[in-house]
């Protein structure tokens, strides 16, 4: 029963492959078939090779100047305190081991609304002109000439940063818009910032790329200027807390010590050549206040030394490498290379129709035979 039903099959099944087999020479006459066919339409495709070449030309001629300032830093994470110091900081619970920055985590926070808002609010001199960040922005990249910002609703016409008559709303919505041309977003395809780091060194860098040279300058700075700021100022954030509350207890007792010092000196210039008990008892026991104030006030400046090592070394240092500086060139337009991309494009799309369309005419006119 099984050899039967293998003896029907076999013949089915080297039918089918030999009728989907093609040769080499059969590959090759095709190919020929399709050069020949290429060849004799090579005006057009040269044509529409060099009209993409010229579009891509001009496209690459006529993009506006654009100038990039790059700015690269690096953060000091040999911090916290190690060693015999680290030791004698922890049994005053100031803690004693090293940490780690986490250089990424820079980078996003460069990035945050937060800090941007910080730079658009900045002031900077641009192009002769000294004003709001944000508004060289709007200025320099024609913001009032978006459909967004000509809606009545939005309340954006002629709006600039620092109008205080402006609504909440309007204040926003400018924002988010200058906001997502600087920092990016979805329908922001090149965003004027960007930062990276190397994972081998650690040095991270800030770049801004925009039609002016001088805003170019301008943000790059602000960022970096920003960005520290804020970062040493929430790395540092609880330690400088403890310190400031261990400098008013010491400050406190500082004074109470002093009150009670002047206290004994009128005491014994009231009583002076009075040899009563009563006399020497009150004596003796602002004398033993004065004792125990000095040795509270030891402990808590000691303390308070503590705490501002501890401060110290819990500071993350930010220092800047490469700092860009006027003046900077622009970023050259490559024309050669925008006409052989404009080319090669050109040509690839015009061989690609013309092989499209003689296999489907081929196809239709076997199905007509």
């Given at each position: 029963?099984?050899?039967n039903?293998n003896?029907k099959?076999e013949?089915?099944?080297?039918y089918?492959i030999q009728?989907?087999?093609i040769?080499l020479?059969e590959?090759i ?5 399709f050069w020949a ?9 040269i044509?529409?090779?060099?009209l993409m070449?010229i579009?891509?030309?001009l ?8 100038y990039?300032a790059?700015?690269t830093?690096m953060v000091?994470?040999d911090?916290?305190?190690?060693g ?8 005053f ?6 940490s780690?920055y986490?250089?990424q ?8 609304m937060?800090?941007?808002?910080e ?6 001199d ?12 709007i200025?320099?990249y ?8 000509k809606k009545p609703?939005n309340?954006l016409?002629g709006?600039y940063f620092g109008?205080?008559?402006?609504t909440?709303?309007a204040?926003?919505i ?6 997502g041309?600087v920092i990016?977003g ?6 004027l ?6 994972d081998d ?6 770049s801004?790329?925009?039609k ?5 300058l301008?943000?790059?700075k ?5 960005l520290?700021?804020y970062y040493?100022?929430k790395s ?9 509350i261990?400098?008013?207890k010491t400050?406190s007792i500082?004074t109470?010590?002093?009150q009670?010092e002047?206290a004994?000196?009128r005491f014994?210039?009231?009583?002076r050549?009075t040899?009563?008990n009563?006399?020497k008892v009150?004596e003796?026991k ?5 004792a125990a ?5 030891g402990e808590?400046?000691?303390n308070q030394e503590?705490?501002n090592?501890a401060?110290?070394?819990?500071t993350?240092?930010i220092q800047?490498i ?7 060139a ?10 052989v991309?404009?080319g090669?494009?050109?040509g690839?799309?015009?061989v ?8 489907i005419?081929d ?7």
């Amino acid at each position: 029963m099984r050899s039967n039903l293998n003896s029907k099959m076999e013949p089915q099944e080297k039918y089918y492959i030999q009728d989907d087999e093609i040769t080499l020479k059969e590959l090759i006459l095709k190919l020929k078939e399709f050069w020949a066919y290429l060849w004799e339409r090579k005006i057009s495709i040269i044509a529409i090779a060099l009209l993409m070449a010229i579009v891509f030309g001009l496209k690459a001629y006529l993009k506006p100047k654009e100038y990039q300032a790059s700015l690269t830093f690096m953060v000091d994470e040999d911090t916290g305190g190690s060693g015999a110091i680290g030791g004698i900081l922890s049994q005053f619970g100031f803690g004693g081991g090293g940490s780690e920055y986490n250089l990424q985590k820079i980078l996003t926070l460069s990035k945050s609304m937060r800090i941007a808002k910080e730079v658009f609010l900045d002031t900077a001199d641009v192009d002769g002109k000294k004003d709001l960040l944000g508004n060289h922005i709007i200025d320099i990249y024609k913001f009032h000439e978006k459909k967004s910002w000509k809606k009545p609703e939005n309340g954006l016409d002629g709006f600039y940063f620092g109008d205080a008559s402006r609504t909440q709303k309007a204040k926003n919505i400018a924002l988010k818009s200058v906001f997502g041309k600087v920092i990016g977003g979805k329908k922001t395809k090149n965003p004027l910032y960007s930062s990276s780091v190397d994972d081998d060194t650690g040095i991270m860098t800030l770049s801004v790329k925009s039609k002016s040279a001088d805003l170019s300058l301008s943000l790059v700075k602000t960022f970096f200027d920003h960005l520290s700021e804020y970062y040493i100022e929430k790395s540092t954030e609880k330690a400088k807390s403890t310190f400031d509350i261990l400098k008013q207890k010491t400050d406190s007792i500082y004074t109470v010590l002093g009150q009670k010092e002047y206290a004994l000196a009128r005491f014994k210039d009231k009583n002076r050549g009075t040899y009563l008990n009563k006399v020497k008892v009150q004596e003796q026991k602002l004398m033993t206040q004065i004792a125990a104030l000095r040795m509270a006030w030891g402990e808590a400046l000691k303390n308070q030394e503590m705490a501002n090592y501890a401060l110290k070394e819990q500071t993350p240092f930010i220092q800047p490498i490469d700092v860009p500086f006027a003046p900077i060139a622009p970023i050259p337009n490559s024309l050669l290379k925008a006409l052989v991309i404009g080319g090669f494009l050109g040509g690839f799309l015009a061989v690609g129709y013309f092989v499209f369309r003689k296999i489907i005419r081929d196809a239709m006119s076997e199905d007509v035979v």
